[in-house]
């Protein structure tokens, strides 16, 4: 099956693209896809533990089992807020 992987912010930059399209076995979950792009671009391991992970623009858990054709948000944390 294949997905779409969306990278953004600081994950664009270490990666170069804003999208990669993954493929990956059927029953594949998030966790598993996330730590293949991570073995993919070890730039990104530094980062691994403080993403947000979404499919099909809702957050998600790395359990989460994917289906061909979902869209995948890789999202750095952000900071800010009220002063």
Same mark, same amino acid.
């Given at each position: 099956? %294949? +997905? ?6 600081? *994950?664009? &930059?270490? +990666?170069?693209? %804003?999208?990669?399209?993954? !493929?990956?076995?059927?029953? &594949? !979950? ?10 993919? *671009? /070890? %730039?990104?391991?530094?980062? %691994?533990? !403080? ?7 809702? *957050?998600?858990? /790395? ?5 061909? #054709?979902? &869209? ?8 800010? #807020?009220? &002063?």
């Amino acid at each position: 099956m %294949r +997905v779409q992987v969306k990278l953004f912010a600081s *994950y664009r &930059e270490v +990666v170069g693209v %804003r999208q990669l399209a993954w !493929t990956l076995r059927d029953g &594949e !979950t998030l966790g598993a896809l996330v730590d293949a792009v991570v073995d993919a *671009y /070890p %730039r990104l391991r530094g980062h %691994r533990d !403080t993403m947000f992970l979404a499919v099909n623009r809702a *957050y998600a858990q /790395p359990d989460v089992v994917l289906r061909d #054709g979902d &869209e995948v948000a890789l999202l750095p944390p952000v900071s800010g #807020g009220f &002063e």
